[in-house]
C-alpha cells in the first residue's frame, strides 16, 4: 500500500496571479512559485498542511497537452474559526458572493459560499461551540 507524503489541490486559471492573491488575502502564506520572474506557471500557498496550486491553464494546454479551464465545476471547502469575517475578506479581495454566511439547520455548522476571481467555488465551514 502507498504511504502518502502530502495533499495538494491543483486550480486551474487564466490569471494565476490574481487567483494566488485572492487567497493570499485570506492568510494562506505562498510556499511555491515557478517561474521566479515575470508570468508565473504555477503558484502555490498553504493552509491546515494541505498546499492549494494555481497552475496557468494556458501552460498547460501547451506544455502537457492536456485540456484545462478554470471555473465553477471545483469547490475549495476552507474550515476556519470564523466564516463571517473570513467571508468578508474574501468579498474585499475580489470574491463574488454565492451565500451568505448562514447557520446550517442543525446548528452544528455556519457556513458561507462564494467564488474566487477565476470563478472556482469556495465553501466556508465553522464547527459552532
Excluded: Y
Excluded at 484545462?68 to 465545476?73: F, I, K, R, V
Excluded at 473570513?86 to 467564488?115: C, I, M, Y
Excluded at 470563478?119 to 464547527?127: A, D, P, S, Y
Amino acid at each position: 500500500m502507498a504511504v502518502f507524503g502530502a495533499v495538494q489541490v491543483n486550480l486551474w486559471c487564466d490569471d494565476v496571479e490574481r487567483c494566488a492573491a485572492f487567497f493570499r488575502s485570506l492568510g494562506m502564506p505562498e510556499r511555491f512559485r515557478f517561474p521566479s520572474e515575470g508570468e508565473p506557471h504555477q503558484v502555490e500557498v498553504e493552509a491546515a498542511g494541505v498546499r492549494i496550486g494555481f497552475s496557468s491553464a494556458r501552460v498547460g494546454g501547451e506544455l502537457f497537452g492536456i485540456a484545462t479551464a478554470p471555473g465553477e465545476n471545483t469547490e475549495v471547502v476552507l474550515w476556519c474559526d470564523d466564516v463571517d469575517g473570513v467571508h468578508q475578506t474574501a468579498l474585499d479581495a475580489g470574491g463574488e458572493p454565492l451565500k451568505s454566511p448562514t447557520d446550517s439547520p442543525d446548528g452544528r455548522l455556519r457556513f458561507s459560499w462564494l467564488r474566487d476571481p477565476e470563478g472556482h467555488r469556495v465553501k466556508l465551514v465553522q464547527e459552532r461551540g
